[in-house]
DNA sequence: AGCTAATCATATCGAAATGATATGATTTAA
DNA sequence: TTAAATCATATCATTTCGATATGATTAGCT
């Protein structure tokens, strides 16, 4: 039941372009130090994010990456779904058919209710929540 | 975000039993046949539920194995966690002192929501509440 | 024009986890 | 004594995870 660093370095990585969120374009390069993470992994990531159309990207010198949209627009949900897939706890909730036994399955319904619950969850947090709490917890953009 | 077969297995297995709670043991081969899982697999799996001393078993001919207490002792998250470990979706959750940006971590508080979500399902389903709904989809002890 | 900093695109890799199977010892009722 | 069962390990193939490596392309700056 864990969620693999992909989607928790996608939501920092995101995180990161909403606390930094002046208009210019930020280079991997400067998330990867702040956050600590591998910039090369980082870049594999937001090629990902970017397909989906999350960020802009401006390639070559001074280039970098700026959210598409204001952080109201992202939600944790959004963000974990690009790179995880669908946060069902068991594939046959994504894939009817694919059990059959569905029918007389009553473990089904526990898993249905996981997967609304973390749903609940993370389409309910945006960005801008995060940045809230971020400046909340008493830090600042050079210190993340 | 998936629960392991191990988890799902023991799940099940632990549900057999406590459809066939008739007082005698049941071999591993029977709900081996009844839920089509190999039956070398679900002896792995039994193992380690039986040395939780969740189920008694007696060797030899005629052996097999039998709920240790009644139905209504067992939640959902007691037999996930037997086999999954914390139902926690990243591991500092459970490891104190393992992430040194915990302090100034704005992510962690979503995972701790997301655990609270899962955990507030599976602890408030028994094998009981499954044989009931088992019951009411209109599966008898011979069709699992 | 040429240098440099950046994105973009794949390929590869080691380690761990997953989901089993294999082998065989031990126990016990009939 | 035999057959049926639990118990105990070892092994294995595949996939996933988390990352590194290599290099092409783009574009601002001097």
Redesign the pocket.
């Known amino acids: 039941m864990k969620i ?3 989607g928790r ?1 996608a939501l920092r990585l995101m995180l990161d372009l909403a606390i930094n969120n002046t208009g210019e374009y930020i ?3 400067r998330i990867a130090e702040r956050q600590e ?2 910039e ?2 980082l ?2 990531i ?2 990902q994010i ?1 397909r989906a159309g999350f960020v802009r ?9 700026q959210l598409a949209n204001p952080p109201e627009a992202y939600t944790v949900g959004m963000i974990l779904r690009l790179m995880e897939g669908e946060l069902s706890p068991v594939a046959c909730l994504d894939e009817p058919g694919s059990c059959d036994r569905a029918d007389r399955c009553v473990t089904v319904d526990i898993w249905r209710q996981i997967k609304d619950a973390v749903e609940n969850v993370v389409d309910n947090i945006t960005l801008a929540d995060l940045v809230k709490s971020y400046h909340e917890k008493g830090n600042c953009e050079y210190f993340i």
Chains 1, 2 share one sequence.
């Open positions: 693999s660093t992909k370095y280079p991997i390069k993470i591998s090369k992994y870049e594999q937001i090629t970017s990207s401006v390639r070559g010198s001074q280039g970098g990456y």
